[in-house]
T-cell receptor, first 116, second 107 residues
Framework: EAQVTQNPRYLITVTGKKLTVTCSQN?????MSWYRQDPGLGLRQIYY???????DKGDVPEGYKVSRKEKRNFPLILESPSPNQTSLYFC???????????????FGPGTRLTVL | KNEVEQSPQNLTAQEGEFITINCSYS?????LHWLQQHPGGGIVSLFM???GKKKHGRLIATINIQEKHSSLHITASHPRDSAVYIC?????????FGTGTSLTVIP
């Protein structure tokens, strides 16, 4: 089954404790993105990747890091989480570049992060 | 100003009602996406359209590219339609998302 998986699905942590949210897709997609979703603000892009070792900042990259060492995996790293990073996070992948018109994005199930 | 605006933000309907959700966008695009976010959080693609109308079951999406406006209609709404509906406009290197319309259909 074609899918994007994320782990963990739920995480409660404390300020400053480094964490990683994993994302993996089995569709051989080159393009992957991370989004955060906050009430009243919708989905905002954090980082995106066009291929292995090729990443770029989205609209809200501050406080986040990513890596793309393998095509299927695109982990999101919070080196020193803060309460303002409490949010719902989605990983997504697509066959074509993210901004291409007829290009379906496949979303992971989401990770609900709470930073105390 | 958001590149994509949706209305209404929240919508409550009785089962069987006809529902309309509106989306206006300011970026130049060739096609618009409608997404559905289930209560559990998962997001799935409903439609991608660049002109006219598309229909899938009880869902109908329309778009007017010149006016930069799209609508999502649900006919004979059902409680299982309760979800957040998001319109998204792909442009450049990213998608621009609306803030979503939270729909609750009451039996």
């Amino acid at each position: 089954e074609a899918q994007v998986t994320q782990n963990p699905r739920y995480l409660i942590t404390v300020t400053g404790k480094k964490l990683t949210v994993t994302c993996s897709q089995n569709m051989n997609h080159e393009y992957m993105s991370w989004y955060r979703q906050d009430p009243g603000l919708g989905l905002r892009q954090i980082y995106y990747s066009m291929n292995v070792e090729v990443t770029d900042k989205g609209d809200v990259p501050e406080g986040y890091k990513v890596s793309r060492k393998e095509k299927r995996n695109f982990p999101l790293i919070l080196e020193s989480p803060s309460p303002n990073q409490t949010s719902l996070y989605f990983c997504a992948s697509s066959l074509l570049p993210t901004g291409t018109s007829y290009n379906e994005q496949f979303f992971g199930p989401g990770t609900r992060l709470t930073v105390l | 100003k958001n590149e994509v605006e949706q209305s209404p933000q929240n919508l409550t309907a009785q089962e069987g009602e006809f529902i309309t959700i509106n989306c206006s966008y300011s970026v130049g695009i060739s096609a618009l996406h409608w997404l559905q976010q289930h209560p559990g959080g998962g997001i799935v693609s409903l439609f991608m359209l660049s002109s006219g109308k598309k229909k899938h079951g009880r869902l109908i999406a329309t778009i007017n590219i010149q006016e930069k406006h799209s609508s999502l209609h649900i006919t004979a709404s059902h409680p299982r339609d309760s979800a957040v509906y998001i319109c998204a406009a792909p442009s450049g290197n990213q998608f621009y998302f609306g803030t979503g319309t939270s729909l609750t259909v009451i039996p």
